[in-house]
């Protein structure tokens, strides 16, 4: 997640992404298309890797006036009912396949392909207001911005999983939710109390990129902490937790001009460092101390939520979200098998956040839970700079790991 107002920039992160009554949204099936070997239109960004897996369209009617596309996928050869895999999207408006911006992949693509090759089914949607790849948007502002969107986001979720549960070819007994970033809070609400969804108990669930801390914890991070993180970790060579003017312009070298320009006006007059910032005098910024209160002003993050670079969406949002447990509070209360990953870079849901979250399911006494924390990865689980993160697919090692944990629980 990225602070703007370009909702679409938004559209992995935590966010800038009930009084759960089990009937919303009934999840009624309209199959109109069965392909076999990825020779569909939704195949045609990803035509490779879906030899050997037959791909059905299918419909799901989220109820108040949105019925969406979906995608329920299976070994082409397999016979009675298969365990199945929900994906669960991250914040922002996501296609089924969680396109991801600039062309840079699709988040479940590899990861549906990888659990139908070990003899699962998969269901990936679109979300409410999405009408195609890409993604494609509604004009309906109603349907891209509902009242209490959060909640509508879980209820949603609830009617993918009612109809993975009723479908011909799924074992109602062996449902696995898989979340990312918004999608793990997601899962962690619906496997903690299911019956209160109307849904089957999950068989599992599989969390990337967690969200064990509250909402605005995480964004507090997101939009102001990370600051004085990259400040520490690449501007201050000798630890000491201040900045000569020297650090401070040796810490400007290869950082993009935006960056670069927003540091400088906190850090540097020319070739000293800015006075307004050193309010001690003494010819060194303290990271913390003086650039800190600074940066505070400038991200206006002590008016959270109401931050001038969010749009009201996702104020509501974020309001919203905060109503409703995170991981670390609701997954506890599920009991079944849980599998954790995070990336060890990730300034979106951090690693901290995803350890505290498998701390408090080992609290509670779940003996079958696993998290793995990857170096070198951030949010969407691919190698990528911490502070400068490119989009990506999930590295083969994510996918290798999934995978794996699935074929051990089938």
């Known amino acids: 997640m990225t602070t703007t107002k370009n909702h679409r920039k938004l559209t992995i992160g935590l966010t800038t992404a009930a009084i759960l009554a089990a009937g919303v949204g009934v999840a009624n099936a309209d199959v109109s298309e069965t392909l ?18 037959t791909r059905e369209r299918v419909r799901i009617d989220f109820g108040k006036g949105w019925v969406t596309d979906a995608e329920l996928t299976y070994p082409s050869g397999a016979r009675g009912r298969l365990p199945v895999v929900v994906f669960l999207h991250g914040s922002g408006h996501n296609d089924m396949n969680q396109t991801l911006p600039e062309g840079k992949g699709a988040t479940f693509v590899p990861l549906a392909q990888a659990a139908s090759r070990e003899g699962f089914a998969t269901l990936r949607f679109n979300k409410r ?23 509508q986001i879980q209820l949603d979720a609830a009617s993918v999983v009612r109809f993975a549960g009723q479908s011909s070819r799924v074992d109602p007994s062996k449902i696995f939710l898989l979340g990312h970033s918004e999608g793990t809070n997601v899962a962690a609400n619906l496997a903690a109390d299911p019956k209160r969804f109307g849904i089957p108990k999950p068989a599992g669930v599989v969390q990337m990129g967690v969200v064990g801390l509250p909402i605005r914890e995480l964004l507090t991070l997101q939009i102001f902490g990370r600051l004085l993180l990259q400040m520490h970790d690449e501007f201050d060579v000798d630890g000491d937790g201040r900045l000569t003017a020297a650090e401070a312009t040796n810490g400007l070298v290869g950082q993009p001009k935006e ?43 002590d008016d959270y939520p109401n931050l001038p670079d969010l749009d009201q969406p996702t104020i509501d949002y974020a309001t919203d979200f905060a109503r409703f447990p995170t991981v670390s509070q ?29 701390a408090a399911v080992a609290a509670a006494g779940n003996k079958d839970h696993k998290i793995v ?7 969407t689980m691919n190698i990528t700079p911490k502070f400068r993160p490119e989009f990506g697919d999930p590295d083969k090692q994510v996918v290798t790991e999934i995978q794996g944990w699935l074929k051990a629980h089938r």
């Open 259 to 301: 960056v670069a320009d927003q540091f400088r006006s906190v850090l540097l007059d020319g070739r000293k460092v800015k006075a307004a910032t050193d309010r001690n005098r003494d010819g060194r910024i303290a990271i913390d101390a003086e650039a800190g209160p600074v940066l505070r002003e400038v991200t206006h993050i």
């Open 373 to 379: 924390i990857y170096p070198g990865m951030a949010h």
């Open 129 to 151: 207001g999405v009408t195609g790849i890409g993604p494609v948007e509604s004009t309906d502002p109603a349907q891209l911005n509902p009242e209490n969107p959060y909640r």
């Open 36 to 53: 076999t070997g990825g020779t569909s239109a939704l195949a045609a960004a990803q035509p490779s890797g879906w030899d050997g897996i």
């Open 330 to 358: 609701a997954l506890p209360k599920f009991g079944g098998p849980t599998l954790m990953l995070n990336g060890e870079n990730d300034i979106q849901t951090p690693a901290r956040a995803a350890l505290v979250a498998d």
